[in-house]
């Protein structure tokens, strides 16, 4: 299987991923503390509850998900400082969006990487009961 290594849509100016100089330290430090944030599965759900919607209420954002409004409010303060979502005021109401649209991508490519995987390791896991 051959795999696309083209920038993504989100960055299309940025060159292709083997083009690119080996991560120095402080990149890998910086892409290591997006991953960390992003590893959350609240904060997962709330992002993927954006990208479908497009922008949501705190409100809104806590029905989908079946939460406190509290609980998302602290979530989104985290996402908000990190630069991962903007907000919105309109009157009393404060909206959320994703900041970004590589954020979306990234969503998008890393549960594919995740259906991929558990495929794969299915497959592996058929292939070994076989072959014993």
């Known amino acids: 299987m051959k795999i696309d ?8 100016d ?3 991923l ?5 991560l ?3 990149q890998a430090s910086h892409l290591e503390r997006t991953f960390k ?4 599965t609240t904060r997962l759900r709330m992002l993927h509850a954006l990208a479908r919607a497009g922008e949501l209420s705190v409100s809104a954002l806590a029905e989908a998900l079946g939460m406190k409004p509290t609980a998302v ?8 400082y990190t630069g991962v979502v903007a907000p919105r005021r309109d009157g009393v109401q404060i909206y ?18 995740t259906e991929c995987a558990a495929a794969e390791a299915s497959d592996w896991e ?7």
């Open 73 to 80: 409010s602290n979530q989104l303060q985290r996402l908000t």
């Open 126 to 132: 058929t292939q070994e009961g076989v072959a014993q």
């Open 14 to 16: 940025a060159p292709p």
């Open 24 to 26: 120095t330290p402080e």
């Open 5 to 12: 290594l083209s920038p993504p849509a989100c960055a299309p």
């Open 18 to 22: 083997r083009e690119r100089p080996l």
């Open 37 to 40: 944030m992003l590893a959350n």
């Open 96 to 113: 959320y969006r994703l900041l970004d649209p590589c954020t979306a991508s990234l969503l998008d490519y890393a549960w594919c990487f």
